[in-house]
């Protein structure tokens, strides 16, 4: 059960797969956003639990497949919304052909998606599809209520959660649910692992919050504070709202309704401003409670120790990025 084989199998399983056909404009920006790369950590979930519930993960490389196409199609609308000109360092689709091609090619990957349950008996087809329906449309949601926020001057934290649970801890929880379901477990165990993922997830979306005004440049793999730049309403921003003084709020406010050209000042005080306010350590404590949240959940399930163990360490791998 060691990660990097499930990375390296799901990776051979993705080389083998044909990508183009005609019309060659429709899927070559498929394949160019698939291959561009990243830490496949969705499909490796689906793997890990398939292998957990019934040993044999390979069965569930076509539900692993459907949750890499479906989060890349994600990305490549996210960065069209965005108007974003790179991704992992290159061309995003829309830069790189256009954006009717990013928008077709787009609608083309979420049909191919659900495509790939078909190679699951009609049961496990409908288990899948209905999952997979119901998640696809809370992404959706998430990215509205993501978009609605940055012309909102009153969102509270527990929107701000329950949007980043949408935009992202819905699928971490789906890919692993995936598994469960592919491997015919009980489903008090499907849903206790969705449970796990879902707050792994909450956990994991807020220590990227904190990496990305904390973290190390040179590791981090993304421009630290990058959601500064852009105004992003994080937790961080609105924890500092709650806690606060006059001068330090009207500040915040006021640097968080500018776009500059030079954003570097604008940096260095608002950071000052979050850690005068003691906000790395309430955002870490928001961390530790959702990762122990998503603990407290193995306990639950049928399985043996070990296998907890193995859920546990990878959690915990996610939860201790050194960056």
Not at 59 to 64: G, R
Not at 166 to 175: C, F, I, Q, Y
Not at 198 to 212: E, R, S, V, W
Request: glycine share 4%; net charge negative.
């Amino acid at each position: 059960m060691d990660i990097s084989n499930y990375q390296k199998d799901f990776i051979e399983y993705l080389a083998s797969t044909k990508w183009v056909k005609e019309p060659v404009n429709l899927y070559e920006p498929i394949e160019y956003i698939i291959k561009l790369g990243g830490k496949r950590m969705r499909p490796v979930l689906t793997l890990m639990a398939a292998d957990i519930f019934s040993g044999a993960y390979q069965k569930a490389m076509p539900a692993a497949l459907a949750i890499e196409v479906f989060h890349n199609f994600t990305l490549i609308h996210d960065d069209i919304m965005d108007d974003a000109p790179l991704r992992r360092g290159k061309d995003t689709v829309h830069e790189k052909w256009d954006l009717n091609t990013g928008i077709l090619s787009g609608d083309a990957m979420l049909i191919l998606a659900y495509q790939y349950f078909e190679n699951y008996e009609p049961v496990v087809f409908q288990k899948l599809a209905k999952l997979f329906s119901k998640t696809a449309l809370e992404v959706c949601d998430g990215q509205q209520l993501d978009v609605d926020f940055e012309t909102r001057s009153d969102v509270t934290i527990e929107e701000y959660i329950n949007m980043i649970r949408l935009k992202t801890s819905v699928l971490v929880a789906a890919a692993l649910k995936m598994g469960a379901l592919v491997s015919n477990t009980s489903e008090t165990n499907a849903n206790l692992i969705y449970e796990f993922g879902l707050n792994l997830g909450l956990a994991f979306q807020l220590q990227d919050d904190y990496l990305d005004a904390f973290g190390n440049p040179e590791t981090f793999g993304k421009q630290v504070g990058g959601d500064i730049m852009e105004n992003k309403k994080t937790f961080l921003y609105l924890k500092s709202l709650e806690v606060a003084n006059e001068q330090d709020r009207s500040k915040l406010q006021f640097y968080y309704n500018q776009k500059l050209a030079d954003n570097s000042y604008k940096i260095t005080e608002v950071l000052r401003i979050f850690e005068q306010n003691d906000i790395p350590i309430l955002i870490k404590e928001q961390i530790k409670k959702y990762t122990e949240k998503a603990f407290e959940t193995l306990f639950l399930i049928n399985i043996s120790d070990q296998k907890k163990q193995i859920l546990k360490n990878f959690g915990l791998s996610l939860m201790n990025r050194n960056v």
